[in-house]
């Protein structure tokens, strides 16, 4: 519908008050559900915005590079439009093939990224995936927990 929208302002014909009204719903929609995720992450990494950002970008970017198949898709799809976008910026894992990877690379990942030590990097993982988790069906959370080699996926699972 946008690109509808924009190549009719291209030509000189401006879009409809419904057109505009729509626009600015899906934009206001977006954004909440970004923010009630990222507000979601904070109290989990302690109430830093930046980081939780950062951290949100650096985690899923390196889950992604370790899902296979479509599941990265569908994974995608049930995040909120911000958050993909986010993940749109990662170039660390842009036309590789996905790789199998255990626990320790993965925290080493994030680690480096977040410039921080490995214990930090998990519990800032675990607090980026008990968010996502929050955000997305049950079956697909069970369907990226499938997809983990035991280790990691420790830090899928929820603490008792």
């Known amino acids: 519908m946008a ?3 924009e190549g009719r302002e291209e030509a000189g014909v ?9 626009a600015q719903r899906h934009e206001s929609r977006t954004s909440r559900t970004y923010e009630f995720f990222l ?4 109290a989990r990494v302690g ?3 930046a980081l939780a ?12 590079q370790r899902l296979m198949g479509t599941e990265v898709k569908q994974l995608e799809a049930q995040l909120p439009a911000k958050v993909r976008d986010l993940l ?17 690379e993965f925290l080493q990942r994030v680690g480096e990224d977040l410039d921080t030590t490995p214990n930090e990097a998990e ?3 675990r607090a980026v995936f008990a968010t996502v988790r929050g955000h997305i069906s049950e079956g697909e959370a069970d369907d990226v927990m499938g997809q983990l080699p ?8 929820p603490e008792a």
């Open 150 to 157: 035991a280790d990691l996926r420790a830090l899928w699972i």
């Open 123 to 125: 519990r800032l993982s």
């Open 3 to 5: 690109n509808e929208s």
């Open 88 to 104: 749109k910026r990662c170039p660390r894992h842009e036309g590789l093939p996905p790789r199998k990877f255990k626990l320790l």
């Open 14 to 22: 401006r879009p409809s008050a419904t057109e505009d009204l729509r």
């Open 53 to 64: 950002q950062r951290a949100a970008e650096s985690v899923l970017c390196t889950l992604e």
């Open 47 to 49: 109430g830093d915005r």
């Open 39 to 42: 507000r979601d992450l904070e």
